[in-house]
């Protein structure tokens, strides 16, 4: 099956510095999702972005299908922006594939 | 709040016994899926139903089985429930097409004793 593997697995932060999170998936998807799952164990959903580029506040995401690879930007880092960021592919009938996630921890 | 609901949000039961998930999905989403959460196997895949008709399976066990109701919400039920079961088990609507995007449910704790 599709592999997906995101780096780095844990990340602590200085409240106001900048991150990348990455994502590599094994195969070619339909579409990729980034999602935050914060304390309380909700998955939010921050990118759809099967390709290109998007904005949304403090956060962009990159996506370059052809060389199958994602990456999450998070600036100037908030507390509120701790938890764990999943990417999640669709592998075919629109069933999503998980990677382990990346445990960022932002410190004030 | 996307839009999906889910009940109940925390489940206790004893192994061997039988539960069942309800999920609403978001308004006009014809698509349901349902994910398990585990700390061994992470985030996983289980089914998908798209107006009332199962559409694609994953790792599923033989215990567990879904439906989507012409009201289009779902149920999970669990059957014969293990130790191992205990886990957060997701739900997520979309529209329907391929490729469109998920949107999840605040998710239903289940912990077998």
Wanted: aromatic share 10%.
């Amino acid at each position: 099956g599709i592999q997906v593997e995101q780096s780095p697995p844990d990340l602590i932060l200085q409240e106001g510095a900048n991150s990348t999170l990455r994502c590599n998936f094994s195969d070619s998807v339909n579409n990729l999702q980034w999602f935050h799952q914060n304390p309380w164990g909700q998955l939010i959903n921050l990118f759809y972005i099967p390709s290109g580029t998007k904005q949304n506040g403090r956060l962009s995401a990159t996506t370059v299908a052809t060389e199958r690879y994602s990456l999450l930007y998070i600036s100037s880092s908030q507390t509120t922006d701790s938890g764990v960021y999943f990417c999640a592919v669709d592998y075919g009938n629109n069933r999503l594939a998980f990677g382990k996630g990346n445990q960022v921890v932002v410190i004030p | 709040d996307s839009g999906v609901t889910q009940t109940p949000k925390h489940l206790i039961t004893a192994t061997g016994q039988r539960v069942t998930l309800r999920c609403s999905p978001r308004s006009g989403d014809l698509s349901v899926y349902w994910y398990q959460q585990s700390l061994d196997q992470g985030l996983q895949f289980l089914i998908q139903y798209y107006n009332g008709e199962e559409r694609a399976k994953g790792n599923i066990l033989e215990r567990f089985s879904a439906q989507q109701f012409p009201d289009l919400h779902s149920e999970l039920n669990l059957s014969s429930l293990e130790l191992g079961d205990s886990a957060l088990y997701f739900c997520a609507s979309s529209v329907g097409g391929p490729g469109n995007e998920q949107f999840f449910g605040p998710g239903t704790r289940l912990t077998v004793l």
